[in-house]
Every structure is written in structure tokens, then in C-alpha cells.
T-cell receptor, first 110, second 112 residues
Framework: GQSLEQPSEVTAVEGAIVQINCTYQTSGFYGLSWYQQHDGGAPTFLSYNALDGLEETGRFSSFLSRSDSYGYLLLQELQMKDSASYFCAVRDEAGSTLTFGKGTMLLVSP | NAGVTQTPKFQVLKTGQSMTLQCAQDMNHEYMSWYRQDPGMGLRLIHYSVGAGITDQGEVPNGYNVSRSTTEDFPLRLLSAAPSQTSVYFC???????????FGPGTRLTVT
């Protein structure tokens, strides 16, 4: 089956840079996705890496190393509104849906 | 486009009652999934569908049924509610880009 490990909580201050790591074990790998979820809200898609390297989308970047079964989400110029939970995810064995990590709660303080 | 809609937003059930959580999407997505979210457990897959008439079980299917008679709708039925089914339920849909899923706003269910 699929399993993903990520830290349960990360704290940082406004304006800083934070990295949220994710390691995974899968029986078949398509790519690594990242989702953001604010308290009480629905998860929203942030990024997807199918190939090794860094993908940048504004203040957010996501990195993948397939050989290490490892990826991370990098958030720059942190803002208070970035306080949320962040989930990494991989496709299931059939490639038809996603298996999610347990999530990392990011707390941004002034 | 409304995206993915779910009803109701909140529901309280007594143990043993049954109910259906509704989910609909207007993006013509083939793939749809139901997840439950409990504190510290992340999102766990209950059932999913890869198209009308095709459904399959996820990680935690016991106590739930689904059907997919149309592309748009994917209802989740609780057969006999139990307190262990108290959770937040999310429906999601995607095109064949399964890695990019669109989530509904969720249904917060309490079973007493």
C-alpha cells in the first residue's frame, strides 16, 4: 500500500521561509501532490511534481526526489494567512484516487 | 460553475439511523471520491468511482455504500449510523489528472 510521513506541526514567523517535508512509500509512483486546508475549510490543490526538481508557483515551491522517495513544500515570505494544514498525497496503486499524509499544521506568528 | 457541492453542511444522527450525504459536480469529471477526516488522521478514502456505474472501496469502506448512476452525482449512504462515524466528510472530483482534485465544502456529521 501507500504510506506518507510528514511532520505534525511546524511554526514560523511572518516573513520567514519554511519547508514542510514528506517521505513516501508506494507500490507505484506517478507523482507527489500538495494540498492546503484552512481550519474549517476544504482542502485545495497547491502543486504537483511528477519529475525530479523544483516547481515554483509564486511564494510556494515544491520539490521532488524520486530516488529518495522524498519531497518538500517551500513557503517563502510567510504571511499570517498561510497558517493552515498542508497535506502531501500520492496516487493509490490503481492510479484512480489519492492517499494523503496525515498533514502538517503550520502556525505563522507575528 | 458551482464546482463540487455537498449537502447537508451539518447533520446530527442517532445511533442506528441511516442517511445519505449528497455530492454533485458540474465539471464533467469522471473521477469522484469520498473521504472522511478525523483529528490527527488526515483524509482517509471511503469509496471512489472512476465513472458512471463503476465504484470501488477505499481504505475505510465498512458501514458505507455508494452508487454512481450519473457522471454528476455520487451519494454516500450510511446504513446504520454509529458514533465511530462522527467525522467530517469530503467529496472530491477530478479529471484524469487525478493528482489535482477539487473538494466540496464538507459535511460535518455527529452520531449520538
Amino acid at each position: 500500500g501507500q504510506s506518507l510521513e510528514q511532520p505534525s506541526e511546524v511554526t514560523a514567523v511572518e516573513g520567514a521561509i519554511v519547508q514542510i517535508n514528506c517521505t513516501y512509500q508506494t507500490s507505484g509512483f506517478y507523482g507527489l501532490s500538495w494540498y492546503q486546508q484552512h481550519d474549517g475549510g476544504a482542502p485545495t490543490f497547491l502543486s504537483y511534481n511528477a519529475l525530479d526538481g523544483l516547481e515554483e508557483t509564486g511564494r510556494f515551491s515544491s520539490f521532488l526526489s524520486r530516488s529518495d522517495s522524498y519531497g518538500y513544500l517551500l513557503l517563502q515570505e510567510l504571511q499570517m494567512k498561510d497558517s493552515a494544514s498542508y497535506f502531501c498525497a500520492v496516487r493509490d496503486e490503481a492510479g484512480s484516487t489519492l492517499t494523503f499524509g496525515k498533514g502538517t499544521m503550520l502556525l505563522v506568528s507575528p | 460553475n458551482a464546482g463540487v457541492t455537498q449537502t447537508p453542511k451539518f447533520q446530527v444522527l442517532k445511533t442506528g439511523q441511516s442517511m445519505t450525504l449528497q455530492c454533485a459536480q458540474d465539471m464533467n469529471h469522471e473521477y469522484m471520491s469520498w473521504y472522511r477526516q478525523d483529528p490527527g488522521m488526515g483524509l482517509r478514502l471511503i469509496h471512489y468511482s472512476v465513472g458512471a456505474g463503476i465504484t470501488d472501496q477505499g481504505e475505510v469502506p465498512n458501514g458505507y455504500n455508494v452508487s454512481r448512476s450519473t457522471t454528476e452525482d455520487f451519494p454516500l449512504r450510511l446504513l446504520s449510523a454509529a458514533p465511530s462515524q462522527t467525522s467530517v466528510y469530503f467529496c472530491a472530483s477530478s479529471s484524469d489528472r487525478v493528482d489535482e482534485q477539487y473538494f466540496g465544502p464538507g459535511t460535518r456529521l455527529t452520531v449520538t
